[in-house]
């Protein structure tokens, strides 16, 4: 008898811990997210990321949650010539922990899977030059990700159709950082390189 309740014991503790982490099953709490985090791992199929993922370093971002639900994205993202700091808003679509973005093109951005606390990861498309493409992103709330959710993010990619030359850890960097975000010009944007720009 106590083993079967230690079983169902543990299989409760299972489903809660998929209800918590697949967002899909329910609404976000949106303060959980709210914050400065580390984008510390990317997968893309775009061809400009796959030649220039080797120059691309952790970038940072802050969430702040608008009174009507819409997200101020703050970013700081390191490229070759310099810091580039600039702001988005995205605005929730109707789906699920799904926002969208029409600064500087169409973009649309999805919630995936999130412990609440320590990661989150987003999926993200883009429309430009008559192509979707498509990017997964690790954010974490520090650069040193546990071995366990990096072994997640690869999984999630790999099931997103992402190969494993499409995938990356970005190397720790601490000269590009969100102290003081500021919104960048449209022809500062336009030297980021398409892999480099944020999709959230």
């Known amino acids: 008898m106590r083993t079967m309740e230690l079983s169902l014991g543990l299989v409760l503790l299972c489903l809660l811990r998929v209800q918590a982490g697949d967002t899909a099953t329910g609404e976000l709490d949106e303060s959980k997210i709210a914050g400065t985090w580390y984008i510390t791992a990317m997968a893309s199929d775009s061809e400009a990321y796959l030649q220039k993922k080797d120059q691309l370093k952790m970038a940072m971002a802050n969430i702040e949650v608008l009174g009507d639900g819409d997200l101020k994205v703050s970013f700081a993202i390191p490229t070759p010539e310099r810091c580039m700091k600039f702001e988005s808003i995205y605005k929730p679509t109707g ?5 969208c973005s029409t600064d500087r093109g169409n973009k649309t951005v999805q919630l995936v899977d999130t412990d609440g606390s320590s990661y989150m990861i987003v999926f993200a498309t883009r429309e430009k030059d008559k192509k979707t ?5 690790l954010y974490s709330r520090s650069q ?6 990096e072994s997640l993010f690869k999984r999630l990619a790999e099931k997103k159709g992402f190969t494993k030359e499409t995938i990356w850890m970005l190397p720790r960097q601490e000269e590009c950082r969100l102290d003081k975000p500021q919104k960048a010009q449209t022809g500062l944007w336009m ?3 398409t892999s480099a720009r944020p999709m959230l």
């Open 144 to 149: 040193w990700v546990r071995p366990e959710i």
């Open 133 to 137: 493409l498509h990017m997964l992103r």
């Open 191 to 193: 030297l980021l390189p």
């Open 95 to 99: 789906r699920p922990n799904e926002y």
